[in-house]
């Protein structure tokens, strides 16, 4: 099984770095997993975007890209569920 490396936009590295401790505590074991699997269960892809996919932790949200061809997952955005999905 291939390894993806996982990159951060700075959108979700400034999105991190306002979230409480405890978020980014629960929120960061659930990003490093999608180097493994960046399909886990749960995770959906968003109507409207062709490339676009999110994880679920909490009230937040994990909207990231995947580039099988890289192997890449670039995270774009850690959010709070009501303003983590990118206008269509």
């Not at 399909?39 to 996919?53: E, S």
Request: hydrophobic content about 40%; glycine content about 4%; some cysteine.
């Amino acid at each position: 099984m291939t390894e993806y490396r996982v990159t951060f936009a700075r959108s979700a590295r400034h999105d991190l770095e306002i979230l409480s401790t405890s978020v980014v505590n629960r929120v960061f074991p659930k990003i490093e997993t999608l180097a493994n699997q960046p399909r886990p269960l749960g995770c959906l892809k968003l109507r409207g975007w062709h490339d676009l996919w999110r994880i679920r932790v909490g009230d937040y949200r994990v909207i990231y890209s995947i580039d099988d061809a890289g192997p890449i997952v670039d995270i774009l955005y850690v959010r709070h569920r009501s303003k983590a999905y990118p206008p269509v």
